[in-house]
């Protein structure tokens, strides 16, 4: 779970806030010793539908006025592959099928089945908000001009993050519905070990 997202909005004592995490257990001790109140944590794996479906039936006991803002952060990534290029991957392909194959599942589906699962309290939302976090190595203007060959698996399925986010404002767009794919920048998590 992304703790800097934590931290900020359950600052705010008007704020309802709802995490998904695979081991809520040991993110409530987290929480206790970041002293984060004001938090409500739920299990959820962005590769498992229905625990996502279960949290969405969870959430709604705690929001009956809908959900304003959903932040959909889901990623896969692993350090051996994350360092190798396009060719390298090429040369292991059983590698590249399960580096690409578990990205897609985690990051791409199971971004879709999150919304898909939260929006019937989406539209019930005031603000009606839907925020996937993208990447600015998605952006496929940087490979060449920054010599930047590796992230292969995390650049590629980013970037159809990406388009399901436009897919989605294009579909919710009528509802009132604002979604968006945006980049944070270097965030402090144990992904680059904690470094901003």
Partial sequence: FQL???QFLS??????????????????QTLVEEKIENVHIFR????????????ATSAAEVLPSGLDVIII???????????MTVSD?????????????TSLDVNVLGSIYAVNAFLPLILKGAQ???????????????????????????????GA?????????????SKDVKVLSMSPGLVA????????
């Fill in 73 to 83: 952060n889901g990623v896969y990534v692993t350090e051996q592959t994350n360092k």
């Fill in 11 to 28: 600052k705010d004592p008007n704020n309802t806030v709802i995490g998904l995490v695979r081991d809520v257990k040991k993110t409530k």
């Fill in 44 to 55: 959820g794996d962005m590769a498992d539908k229905k625990s996502l479906e279960a949290a």
């Fill in 89 to 101: 991957l090429a040369a292991q392909p059983d590698l590249l099928y399960k580096d690409m194959h």
């Fill in 128 to 158: 009606k908000k839907i925020i996937f976090i993208s990447s600015g190595h998605a952006d496929i203007e940087l490979p060449v001009p920054a010599d930047v060959n590796d992230m292969v698996t995390y650049a590629t399925i980013k």
């Fill in 189 to 196: 998590t144990s992904m680059n070990n904690n470094r901003k």
């Fill in 4 to 6: 800097a997202w934590l």
């Fill in 161 to 173: 993050v990406n388009m399901i986010a436009a897919k989605y404002a294009a579909e919710l767009k």
